[in-house]
């Protein structure tokens, strides 16, 4: 029903999202603020220029004037802060789930602050889309037929992402369940909200994380030691 009212295609993703949830590779998943609060950081700044996830523990390390000890990727933000040139990286979009509910559950993609392009983690032209984010901020225009050497330069910069080209999605690590009590108590303590995805099935719930969790939890080992 929701196709046919008279809506432009972000009004209609944004009511079907009000239905239910389900992961997509457009803005209004995947944009979100982020802020740095605290010792070191200007008061009132606002930064335009496009980062991403995985540049905040770099940018914490350097807050607290800490070596980096673990094998992470991602760049300080510090520069940022203090009104200097930091080249801008595109960042990598991954919409894996495992729920079925979206045709474009299980994508891939690069963002850039001009350009967005993505596509089926297995198969390059199902549901690629590529939008012009100066002109269309909604991604509403899908202009991916009239760049063809667009396509190629996104596809050029997921291969530098993963050399091997395999994308599937995998559960990297387990915690036990004691290690995700000590984890949960130990974070709450420093004042941080943990969050965890949950798997039910037959055999009980169990619990997987990325490696961003896993690389947390490393540090917080670090630091407890």
Do not use: C
Not at 37 to 48: E, F, L, Q, R, T
Not at 69 to 85: A, E, M, P, R, V
Not at 167 to 179: G, H, N
């Amino acid at each position: 029903e929701i196709e046919n009212l008279d809506l432009s295609p972000y009004e209609k993703r944004l009511m079907r999202d009000s239905i239910i949830r389900v992961p997509q590779p457009f803005d209004e998943h995947f944009k979100i603020p982020l802020l740095f609060v605290g010792d070191g950081v200007p008061k009132n700044k606002k930064i335009k220029q496009q980062v991403r996830s995985i540049d905040i523990f770099p940018t914490i390390f350097e807050l607290l004037k800490l070596n980096n000890q673990f094998n992470i990727t991602g760049h300080s933000l510090l520069n940022l802060f203090h009104d200097k040139k930091l080249e801008e990286f595109p960042a990598y979009l991954d919409s894996a789930a495992l729920r079925k509910e979206s045709q474009y559950m299980d994508t891939i993609g690069i963002r850039t602050s001009n350009l967005k392009y993505f596509r089926d983690r297995n198969e390059i032209e199902k549901n690629a889309s590529m939008f012009d984010l100066k002109t269309d901020i909604y991604e509403e225009n899908n202009i991916i037929q009239d760049n063809k050497d667009l396509i190629i330069k996104m596809e050029n910069i997921l291969e530098s992402i993963k050399s091997d080209k395999d994308f599937k999605y995998k559960k990297i690590k387990d915690l036990s369940d004691d290690e995700v009590k000590n984890a949960k108590e130990l974070l709450k303590d420093l004042g941080y909200v943990w969050f965890l995805k949950i798997k039910k099935s037959l055999n009980g719930t169990f619990f997987g994380y990325s490696d961003e969790t896993f690389f947390l939890f490393k540090i917080v080992k670090f630091f407890s030691k």
